[in-house]
């Protein structure tokens, strides 16, 4: 089946980084565009950055361009976020994404990012 799991969340402080890792299973990953979400508590999931199948094109929201990178690796069936500059804003559950051509969704378990000092 199906499965996607995030990791590489913690706590880091203001200006630090992290890279967050998402390894798919149980679908073809090299033929789907990925997602990273993030929600913090009393908002909304909100989409992060989208990388296509090839991934040769990206999108990042307006809060996070230029800070974070979402890169991934076919061979490896795993989707990166690289986040730098962190700032206490970005703190969320950070959630790995795919939907497939029937609009069927995914989601991983999630993994919290904090940022504090």
């Known amino acids: 089946q199906v499965q996607l799991v995030e990791s590489g969340g913690g706590l880091v402080q203001p200006g630090g980084s992290l890279r967050l890792s998402c390894a798919a299973s149980?679908?073809?990953?090299?033929?789907?565009?990925m997602s990273w979400y993030r929600q913090s508590p009393g908002k909304e999931r909100e989409l992060v950055a989208f990388i296509t199948n090839s991934g040769e094109t990206t999108s990042y929201a307006d809060s996070v361009k230029g800070r974070f990178t979402i890169s991934r690796d076919n061979a490896k069936n795993t989707v990166y976020l690289q986040m730098n500059s962190l700032k206490p804003e970005d703190t969320a559950a950070y959630y790995c994404?795919?939907?497939?051509?029937?609009?069927?969704?995914?989601w991983g378990q999630g993994t919290q990012v904090t940022v504090s000092s």
């Open positions: 994404y795919y939907r497939t051509v029937f609009r069927r969704e995914y």
């Open positions: 149980g679908f073809t990953f090299s033929s789907v565009p």
